[in-house]
């Protein structure tokens, strides 16, 4: 980890906050990633997040899952998180339902890029899931997550995110969680409330 680039992306990011993706950190890393200033961390697996859960639960640590959160698997995570960047079907809006005691921060996972390969509420459809995400008293819809599909130009990443930017502003949604660290000098042309950077924080050079 080259601790001086860390602080650079920090103060890069300025109106956006870093959740660091720390699917391939150990907590040691982490440890120093909260050390220097990032205390968002983000997992998309399950039993990596309980794991690091219980050995930092002494640190004051804003947990996001930000992967695909599988529905048999929900009621072990669904509690201990504090953001949930992917809710995308109606099944696991009747699950945080059942599991959480308190409204659950969610991100609704829009696939703005039209990626078969990726998960997320397709663009006819978002209107409507988010109409039927406020029957649940259980779930906080706080704003509109996205990942870019691979292979765009800087033109393309840049009119998404501003698609998603403006979807978010017409749905009166507070917050925005999109760019990555391939994409997310595009991403903070727009402001967003989080990104979520992973391998260049972890990077040495």
């Given at each position: ?107 609704v996972e829009v696939n703005i890029s039209n990626d078969e390969n990726k998960y997320g509420i397709k663009l006819n459809e978002l209107e409507g ?77």
């Amino acid at each position: 980890m080259n601790e001086n680039k860390v602080r650079d992306l920090i103060l890069n990011a300025k109106d956006s906050k870093i959740i660091a993706a720390s699917k391939y950190a150990d907590v040691s890393d982490m440890v120093k990633l909260y050390n220097l200033g990032i205390h968002d961390f983000g997992e998309n697996r399950v039993d990596s997040f309980l794991g690091k859960y219980n050995v930092l639960n002494g640190y004051d640590i804003t947990w996001h899952f930000i992967g695909h959160l599988q529905r048999n698997k929900a009621k072990y995570v669904l509690g201990k998180i504090d953001y949930l960047h992917s809710l995308d079907n109606i099944l696991l809006l009747e699950y945080i339902e059942k599991y959480c005691k308190k409204p659950l921060n969610c991100f609704v996972e829009v696939n703005i890029s039209n990626d078969e390969n990726k998960y997320g509420i397709k663009l006819n459809e978002l209107e409507g899931f988010l109409a039927e995400a406020k029957k649940y008293s259980m779930v906080r819809i706080v704003g509109l997550m996205t990942i870019l599909k691979n292979g765009l130009t800087h033109q393309e990443k840049m009119a998404y995110f501003k698609e998603i930017s403006e979807l978010s502003r017409k749905y009166n949604l507070p917050m925005t969680s999109f760019g990555m660290s391939s994409d997310y000098e595009e991403a903070l042309c727009f402001k967003p409330t989080y990104i979520r950077l992973g391998s260049i924080l972890f990077m040495e050079d």
